[in-house]
């Protein structure tokens, strides 16, 4: 396991160097926006990064909650089945097909649902027990990282392009702060909660937090509707090679994403290894002092 | 021993509690004034937009004076180990949830009541649209905050920094509904648009999380 | 050609933070390192 990190962060270096190569020399230059669009090849990666790995803590969340009860856990491995069987009929039903946004094949919305069960049984097999908890802090941790990546570089895009730093009605980049505003709140609860439940407490707020960002996004769907504002990130189609560029980013950054992780995995199983130290030190501390006060306790009358 | 019978009787008790020990409401409606007369100040009365930000206003006062009476919910039944014989009595968890919920409910809209007049008067206010449906937007929206308020008071009730983290956890999730409530009420006060998608969506947010929040109160209580 | 400093600007700031956590990442783990060695040396 201690060789493949070195040997997979070289291919990973490579693998940004060429992405960097591809984004700056090989894509075309954008008709409208010149050479400033190039952007997109740092802030769209980040943005998916970001939001699977918060769907990673999703799953975590939830898979955590579950695991208190034998019942809860086979209820929830059902509904994940039947969320992924219904998803995928439906996708082939005319009357979903209508609304799905156009350009956007069936297939292709299927697997996306397909891997809501398909990441809740990888992350149930492979994150037994406390790994599981660790998994959702780790990817809470980094996907606030690239989060923090995607507001800074989206601003910075659109001041150039648009003229201006936020626009309030933008639906994509809002939405992106709400979430991680919530993953931020989410880990100072962490860092600051003395529970011995503290874990249960934070898978908690993570499913509040599933919940309220469909919320946030029609929220501003609606709001964006009434009062037309620019669309930060562009719409419509894409030329082939931008997009081939774009994956291949993505793919680079998902690796270094991955690598991150596990670094950060690692980081937490040692954090949680002293402290059980300092528990069992504590605990042996104390029987030696309890056997040296015998005597004490045995003077009599 | 019913759910909705544990319910009222806790909520009489607090009540009766609350209205004993006067000076903890007499502070909040102070502060709540003071909170109204510092966006006077801040924010000209008399500017002809006043009617477009009013609605962001009134709510932003909401909130902070809904801080002061969230953040004491749970302080009573910390003392005296009242939360532990809760925990091991068999009284349903969520009796005591809608209970404190609604107590606050009461609460922050006694506290609204006497802070929307003040508004009206400072800023001159004449509803220009619909005026009645400034009252599910107020229920809905002061449902909101407290519903989710009172759960992230109980899970703060064991951090370092309670205070802040009530706060901390609540305002990130409670966007899209201050966003609606906001939203329909500038819609109302200007008569410009309709409230009416605002108000099901504050709906639909009330029933979400009303639901998420009985759902997982009993593992927040049992949290020690 | 102005708008070109925007774009280091973006790809710079990416790496920035980046760098920044795996920095942070690292301290954690000299930390911890040390003190598993003090408690291994403790007992």
Request: charged fraction near 15%; aromatic fraction near 14%.
């Amino acid at each position: 396991m201690k060789r493949l990190f070195p040997i997979f962060s070289a291919i990973t270096a490579a693998l940004l160097a060429y992405a960097l190569y591809q984004a700056l020399v090989v894509a075309p230059t954008d008709a409208l926006q010149g050479d400033v669009y190039r952007i997109i090849y740092y802030h769209v990666p980040s943005a998916w990064t970001a939001f699977l790995l918060f769907f990673i803590n999703f799953i975590a969340s939830i898979q955590y909650l579950a695991s208190a009860k034998e019942s809860t856990q086979k209820a929830a491995k059902w509904v994940v089945i039947v969320i992924g069987a219904v998803g995928v009929i439906a996708c082939f039903l005319p009357q979903v097909q209508h609304l799905l946004p156009t350009g956007m094949r069936p297939s292709a919305v299927a697997t996306t649902v397909l891997a809501i069960p398909a990441f809740y049984f990888f992350v149930g097999k492979f994150f037994p027990g406390q790994r599981l908890d660790v998994l959702a802090v780790t990817s809470a941790e980094v996907g606030v990282v690239f989060c923090t990546i995607v507001l800074v570089t989206g601003p910075i895009w659109a001041r150039p392009v648009w003229g201006i730093w936020w626009a309030p009605g933008d639906i994509r980049l809002t939405s992106t702060l709400v979430l991680w505003l919530i993953y931020v709140s989410y880990l100072v609860l962490r860092r600051f909660s003395n529970s011995a439940q503290t874990q249960m407490l934070a898978a908690a707020l993570a499913v509040f937090g599933a919940l309220d960002v469909p919320l946030v996004y029609f929220s501003i769907w609606f709001f964006r509707t009434q009062h037309p504002q620019p669309v930060i990130g562009g719409g419509g189609s894409m030329d082939p090679r931008m997009l081939h560029v774009l994956v291949i980013s993505w793919m680079a950054f998902l690796c270094f994403a991955f690598l991150v992780c596990w670094s950060r995995f690692r980081l937490e199983l040692l954090h949680r290894e002293v402290e059980e130290a300092h528990a069992m030190e504590s605990l042996v501390g104390a029987g030696a002092a309890a056997k040296a006060s015998i005597p004490l306790n045995r003077s009599p009358k | 021993m019913s759910l909705w019978s544990v319910t009222f009787a806790t909520l009489r008790k607090d009540i009766r509690l609350e209205w004993r020990s006067k000076d903890a409401l007499n502070s909040m409606l102070f502060f709540s004034l003071l909170v109204v007369v510092i966006f006077v100040f801040s924010f000209d009365p008399l500017a002809e937009e006043s009617r477009h930000i009013v609605g962001g206003l009134v709510w932003i006062g909401f909130l902070f004076a809904s801080m002061m009476a969230l953040n004491q919910t749970w302080a009573r039944e910390l003392r005296n180990q009242v939360l532990d014989a809760y925990r091991v009595s068999p009284a349903p968890a969520n009796a005591l949830f809608l209970a404190k919920a609604l107590g606050n409910f009461i609460f922050v809209s006694v506290l609204e009541a006497l802070m929307t007049p003040l508004f009206v008067i400072f800023y001159n206010l004449r509803v220009l649209g619909p005026a009645w449906q400034l009252i599910p937007v107020a229920v809905l929206g002061t449902w909101a905050l407290v519903v989710n308020g009172t759960f992230f008071a109980a899970m703060s009730l064991r951090t370092r920094i309670r205070e802040i983290m009530l706060p901390l956890l609540l305002f990130p999730i409670s966007i899209p509904a201050v966003i609606a409530m906001v939203a329909a009420t500038t819609a109302i006060l200007t008569g410009e648009d309709s409230a009416h998608f605002y108000i099901v969506l504050l709906l639909t947010y009330d029933v979400v999380f009303t639901t998420a929040c009985l759902a997982l109160f009993e593992t927040i209580l049992h949290a020690e | 050609m102005n708008s070109i400093k925007f774009l280091y600007a973006a790809y710079i700031a990416t790496w920035a933070i980046h760098a920044f956590y795996i920095g942070t990442l690292v301290r954690r783990f000299s930390r911890l390192r040390r003190e598993m060695k003090e408690l291994g040396k403790g007992k």
